[in-house]
T-cell receptor, first 117, second 115 residues
Framework: AQSVTQPDIHITVSEGASLELRCNYS??????LFWYVQSPGQGLQLLLK??????LVQGIKGFEAEFKRSQSSFNLRKPSVHWSDAAEYFC???????????????FGQGTILTVHP | ETGVTQTPRHLVMGMTNKKSLKCEQH?????MYWYKQSAKKPLELMFV???????ENNSVPSRFSPECPNSSHLFLHLHTLQPEDSALYLC??????????????FGPGTRLLVL
């Protein structure tokens, strides 16, 4: 079965500093990987996704993530954080169950990002 | 409206009440999902519908009853809930793609409080 671990429950950074949120996954084949962001009281918004090809993926709001198969990781990065980036971030892995897959996603526990001015 | 909408956004109900949550997607998708998001726990997949047919019931108690009349609408009927059912209920939709990997698009959720 697939699983996702986000080791950091809460991260605090200063505005303008760089950011890296960690995500490790467990899956037997090539995974589909996603990062979502959730602002308080809101649903999840897709930041970026990896299906195949280039292992460095660009997303919205200046975020990027790098798929590293050898480390089973898909860490999210941003070179300069803005106060509006404060939110909760979720990493997810999608199943590939062959011809019957319906796109089941398994989510990590989330990382809460606090941004200090 | 665009995207995935959910109503109501907030709901307070007693344990003996019956209520329904509604989800509507305007993206032309054919798969819809219900998730439960509780504090301190990962998102839990509850139900999946593909082309209006239920394809997943993730061991959800029978006090939660989903309904999918067409590919654009999804309901979650609630009855005799427990306080531990208080949570944010999220609806999502996607295209069905053989082999998986579909991106799911989420609604804003319904914040449910059971007294």
């Amino acid at each position: 079965a697939q699983s996702v671990t986000q080791p950091d429950i809460h991260i605090t950074v200063s505005e303008g500093a760089s950011l890296e949120l960690r995500c490790n996954y467990s899956y037997g084949a090539t995974p589909y990987l996603f990062w979502y962001v959730q602002s308080p009281g809101q649903g999840l918004q897709l930041l970026l996704k990896y299906f195949s090809g280039d292992t460095l993926v660009q997303g919205i709001k200046g975020f990027e993530a790098e798929f590293k198969r050898s480390q089973s990781s898909f860490n999210l990065r941003k070179p300069s954080v803005h106060w509006s980036d404060a939110a909760e971030y979720f990493c997810a892995v999608g199943a590939d169950a062959g011809g019957t897959s319906y796109g089941k996603l398994t989510f990590g526990q989330g990382t809460i990002l606090t941004v200090h001015p | 409206e665009t995207g995935v909408t959910q109503t109501p956004r907030h709901l307070v109900m007693g344990m003996t009440n019956k209520k329904s949550l509604k989800c509507e997607q305007h993206l032309g998708h054919n798969a819809m999902y219900w998730y439960k998001q509780s504090a301190k726990k990962p998102l839990e997949l509850m139900f999946v519908y593909n082309f209006k047919e239920q394809t997943e019931n993730n061991s959800v108690p029978s006090r939660f009853s989903p309904e999918c009349p067409n590919s654009s609408h999804l309901f979650l009927h609630l009855h005799t809930l427990q306080p531990e059912d208080s949570a944010l209920y999220l609806c999502a939709s996607s295209l069905f793609r053989v082999g998986g990997g579909e991106t799911q698009y989420f609604g804003p959720g319904t914040r449910l409080l059971v007294l």
